[in-house]
T-cell receptor, first 114, second 115 residues
Framework: GNSVTQMEGPVTLSEEAFLTINCTYTATGYPSLFWYVQYPGEGLQLLLKATKADDKGSNKGFEATYRKETTSFHLEKGSVQVSDSAVYFCALSDRGSGNTPLVFGKGTRLSVIA | NAGVMQNPRHLVRRRGQEARLRCSPMKGHSHVYWYRQLPEEGLKFMVYLQKENIIDESGMPKERFSAEFPKEGPSILRIQQVVRGDSAAYFC?????????????FGNGTRLTVT
C-alpha cells in the first residue's frame, strides 16, 4: 500500500539557518505529493504540492522537488524564521486512481530560536 | 468564503458517554474526510464521505464509531461509549472533487478528552 516516511524530529534551528526535512514515499500508482504545516492549536494548511515527477513546489520560501528516481520529496528552506516553528507533514494522494485519500507521514516538529 | 468549520473546538466526555463532532465543509465542497491525530503522531485516515454516502470507511474502528454526511447540514462523526483511548484531535477536511490537483482544506479540529 501507499506510505510516507519522514525524518523524525524535533528539529531545532537558529534563525536564518538552512532547513531540510526528508520525506520518502511508497506508492503503487502515480501520486501527487504535498507538504502541510500545522501551527499550534490549528488544523493543517497546505504549504506546497507537486503533481508529477520533476515538478518543484514552492511557497513562502519553502521548496520541494518530486524525485521519482529516489521516491523523495524533501522540504527545504534557505533561511528559517521564528515564525516557521510548526509541525510539518509530508503526504501523498493517489485519489485520481480511487485509492484512499491523503496518506500522511508522522510529522516533523520544527523549532526555530532567535 | 468561510473555511472548513468544526465544532466544538474542545469536547470533554466521561467514559461511556457519547461524543458528536460536527464539520461543515467549505462552500461548494461535496467531499468530506475525517482524520484522527493522536499525540505526537501523524494523521490517520478514518472515513471519506460524499453527500449521503460513505465512500471509504477503511480507517474507522469497527465498533462505536459512525459517520454521516446528510443532504442538508454538517457531517457528523459519532463516537458511542467513549473510552480514554479515544482522546485525540479529530480533523475534518473537504475538497470539491477527487482530482489530485484539488488539495484538502482542513478545519481547526475538535480536541476530545475522555476522563
Amino acid at each position: 500500500g501507499n506510505s510516507v516516511t519522514q525524518m523524525e524530529g524535533p528539529v531545532t534551528l537558529s534563525e536564518e539557518a538552512f532547513l531540510t526535512i526528508n520525506c520518502t514515499y511508497t506508492a503503487t500508482g502515480y501520486p501527487s505529493l504535498f507538504w502541510y504545516v500545522q501551527y499550534p492549536g490549528e488544523g493543517l494548511q497546505l504549504l506546497l504540492k507537486a503533481t508529477k515527477a520533476d515538478d518543484k513546489g514552492s511557497n513562502k520560501g519553502f521548496e520541494a522537488t518530486y524525485r521519482k528516481e529516489t521516491t523523495s520529496f524533501h522540504l527545504e528552506k534557505g533561511s528559517v524564521q521564528v515564525s516557521d516553528s510548526a509541525v510539518y507533514f509530508c503526504a501523498l494522494s493517489d485519489r485520481g486512481s480511487g485509492n484512499t485519500p491523503l496518506v500522511f507521514g508522522k510529522g516533523t516538529r520544527l523549532s526555530v530560536i532567535a | 468564503n468561510a473555511g472548513v468549520m468544526q465544532n466544538p473546538r474542545h469536547l470533554v466526555r466521561r467514559r461511556g458517554q457519547e461524543a458528536r463532532l460536527r464539520c461543515s465543509p467549505m462552500k461548494g465542497h461535496s467531499h468530506v474526510y475525517w482524520y484522527r491525530q493522536l499525540p505526537e503522531e501523524g494523521l490517520k485516515f478514518m472515513v471519506y464521505l460524499q453527500k449521503e454516502n460513505i465512500i471509504d470507511e477503511s480507517g474507522m474502528p469497527k465498533e462505536r464509531f459512525s459517520a454521516e454526511f446528510p443532504k442538508e447540514g454538517p457531517s457528523i462523526l459519532r463516537i458511542q461509549q467513549v473510552v480514554r483511548g479515544d482522546s485525540a484531535a479529530y480533523f475534518c477536511a473537504s475538497s470539491p472533487s477527487t482530482d489530485n490537483n484539488s488539495p484538502l482544506h482542513f478545519g481547526n479540529g475538535t480536541r476530545l478528552t475522555v476522563t
